[in-house]
């Protein structure tokens, strides 16, 4: 599968900071995004037990709803002290309505009797075309949590999350400097080498 400039591709996210991140990603490449929401597409539901499985769900669902390559993010937050959770269960813990100040505050809690804060992101960002071809791509970044959250920028957990090397969290970071280190985009210069035509 190859994108050129101008080609359209399909977020398929409801999450609207995730959709933003992908296109500010792309938009060096000329390629044309489009959000599942902005498409009315609905949201498969996620029974894989891998972020790799879960990203080909929702990228086979859009490739086939919206006739059109789709790319999926599915990644989330990995707690070395707490087993690896959330993990796959990252947005689940934020509730029906997406409220991430419950999903830290229960990490924060959950963490109360150890002192191992180290943590990593993962993104696997999985690519579907309408025929049913499939491609994977997958990042991450390690680094540890800290509390309380600081920070506006970002989403998610970004807030309680600092990498390695860095003092401040993804929540305080500009969102260009997160782009160039994040989860995301290490899954994403795969993807790009891949995919996208120069």
């Known amino acids: 599968m190859k994108l050129s400039r101008g080609s359209t ?3 398929a996210s409801h999450n609207q900071g995730k959709v933003r991140e992908i296109a500010d990603l792309l938009s060096p490449f000329g390629i044309l995004v489009r959000g599942a929401v902005e498409l009315g597409l609905a ?4 029974e894989g037990t891998t972020f790799a499985e879960n990203a080909l769900v ?13 790319l999926a993010d599915d990644s989330g ?8 959770a959330p993990g796959i269960y990252s947005a689940r813990w934020a509730g029906p309505n997406k409220d991430f100040t419950l999903a830290m505050a229960r990490v924060e809690r959950e963490l109360k009797a150890t002192r191992d804060r180290s943590a990593k ?39 309680i999350f600092v990498a390695d090397g860095m003092n401040q969290t993804f929540g305080e ?9 994040s989860h995301r985009a290490r899954a994403f210069e795969q993807f790009a080498c891949a995919v996208l035509s120069p």
Do not use: W
């Not at 937050?77 to 690896?84: D, E, T």
């Not at 993104?123 to 920070?151: D, K």
């Open 9 to 11: 591709l399909l977020v």
């Open 121 to 159: 992101f993962v993104c696997a960002l999985a690519l579907a075309a309408p025929s049913g071809q499939t491609e994977i791509f997958e990042g991450e970044v390690r680094g540890h949590l800290a509390f309380p959250p600081r920070g506006k920028n970002g989403f998610g957990y970004d807030p």
């Open 58 to 70: 929702k990228a086979r669902a859009a490739a086939e709803e919206g006739g059109v390559i789709a």
């Open 173 to 181: 970071i500009d969102p260009a400097q997160k782009h160039a280190i």
């Open 43 to 46: 949201e498969p539901e996620e």
């Open 77 to 84: 937050l990995c707690v070395a002290a707490m087993g690896g």
